[in-house]
């Protein structure tokens, strides 16, 4: 449906589409999505934006191509003129305004104006904050874990960074040099589209830790779990359970019963649970797992990496997922990796609060020293935060892998953390940059395979 309308400085033409949870660019004319939902909401920016442009909303999402854009300057005096503009002569006219630029005129202008006239008035328009970068992601992701145990979901990844040279955001984040240095193959965990299913947290969800018990059994593949109670589950809700193999997963709610939920991600149950197995939140605030959420994604992390040799050094380079020390149970990650990498020799160098600069600026002093065999990666959240553009964000990790692959280490890097579900002044800008940086991160993989 296209509807036409002015609205503002701005003339628009409005595309909505249903079907569609990302937000995304269609400056290519494109557009693919694998999930379903009606989209009615619209944003509009009337700065910063090109005609034939398109801007995006997130979900529910609304793609809107901007027609014409028209600034109107407002001076704040009269300024008549009555006289012909016919070159090199006197102006005749009358100027009964005051100019409110550098001089002022009070006299009358009695000959003709010999040139362009200069407008010095006050611009009064309004410049509605900085554009949104919102290429395509198009990109689907549907291989299965490789590891001990096989994930039977199907991770789409809707992310490929077709537009890297528009900012998004103002970027506050500690300055580095970066640069788009050729690297090879490397391990990319799938944790925004695949582990976490595009879910963030849900406002009013429970934070912290809290334990539910497995009424009945569930076979692989289910799409309902039997509970002893659903009081505090919300649709939406991530869940982690540990299967009858062992492992950490994760599994996104749809319906809450009275006694039972449905399961949407994937296809049901990546493994079976049994009777009276426990079941917890996965969040334990809106940017940060509880301890069995870090269990999960470490979990993860080793079956997408799969197979790992034994007894090799690790270096953790992250953010606050894995740093040790952090009131979320972060430490849970570096231990699960303990077990499942038995003989390993396992450093953490995650920092909380860091972003992509920080961890190559102090790349030389925490991991080359260590000459590790892997360094895994973990930095999106508090980029985003600090408004780094796709582009940036692209470059900067792209040079910390051919940093790692430079060494002779082997880099596993985890794609973006969905953007929490409470902010606010600006949680459309940071949900698309969660977006963009998962698909740029596509991108650097795509290019490094085999033709």
């Not at 630029?101 to 009070?106: A, E, L, Q, V």
């Not at 269990?295 to 050094?313: E, N």
């Not at 997922?321 to 570096?334: L, N, R, T, Y």
Request: net charge negative; hydrophobic share 25%.
């Amino acid at each position: 449906m296209n509807n036409f309308f002015s609205a503002g400085l701005l003339t628009i033409s409005v595309i909505a589409l249903s079907g569609c949870k990302e937000s995304v660019d269609l400056k290519s004319g494109t557009y693919s999505s694998s999930h379903t939902g009606d989209a009615t909401s619209t944003t509009t920016q009337t700065n910063s934006h090109a005609p034939t442009s398109i801007i995006v909303t997130t979900p529910p999402v609304t793609v809107i191509r901007v027609v014409n854009v028209t600034n109107t300057e407002t001076s704040n005096g009269t300024n008549t003129d009555t006289g012909t503009d016919s070159g090199p002569t006197t102006d005749t006219g009358t100027d009964t305004g005051t100019d409110s630029g550098p001089t002022t005129d009070t006299g009358t202008d009695t000959g003709t104006d010999s040139g362009p006239t200069t407008d010095t008035g006050t611009d009064t328009g309004t410049d509605s904050g900085p554009t949104t970068d919102t290429g395509t992601d198009t990109g689907t992701d549907t291989g299965t874990d490789s590891g001990p145990t096989t994930d039977t979901g199907t991770d789409t990844d809707t992310g490929s960074d077709s537009d890297p040279t528009t900012d998004t955001g103002t970027d506050t984040a500690s300055a580095c040099e970066a640069f788009p240095d050729a690297i090879t193959e490397f391990v990319r965990v799938q944790l925004h589209y695949g582990l976490l299913s595009d879910a963030s947290f849900i406002p009013g969800e429970t934070g912290g830790l809290d334990t539910l018990t497995v009424t009945a059994d569930a076979i692989q593949g289910a799409t309902e779990l039997s509970l002893d109670s659903t009081v505090l589950l919300k649709p939406g809700q991530l869940i982690t359970y540990v299967g009858t193999n062992g492992h950490n997963r994760v599994a996104e709610i749809g319906e809450v019963f009275e006694d039972k939920v449905t399961i949407t991600s994937g296809a049901g149950l990546e493994t079976a649970i049994s009777t009276g197995s426990k079941i917890s939140n996965f969040y334990y605030d809106p940017t940060h797992p509880n301890k069995n959420g870090y269990r999960a994604v470490a979990d993860f992390g080793v079956r997408s990496a799969f197979p790992i040799a034994a007894g090799q050094t690790h270096v953790l380079l992250g953010d606050s997922w894995f740093d040790d020390e952090q009131p979320s149970g972060s430490d849970e990650f570096e231990k699960q990796l303990n077990v499942r990498l038995p003989g390993s020799n396992i450093i953490n160098a995650g920092i909380g609060g860091n972003t992509l600069c920080d961890l190559i600026n102090r790349f030389d002093t925490d991991v080359t020293p260590n000459n590790p065999d892997y360094v895994w990666v973990n930095s999106s959240i508090n980029d985003y935060f600090a408004g780094v553009s796709s582009a940036d964000f692209k470059t900067r990790i792209q040079y910390l892998i051919s940093k790692i692959q430079a060494l002779g280490a082997k880099a596993i890097v985890y794609d973006s953390a969905p953007s929490g579900g409470n902010d606010s002044g600006g949680s459309d800008t940071r949900r698309n940059l969660s977006y963009r940086y998962s698909g740029v991160l596509l991108d650097l993989f795509n290019d490094t395979q085999e033709p």
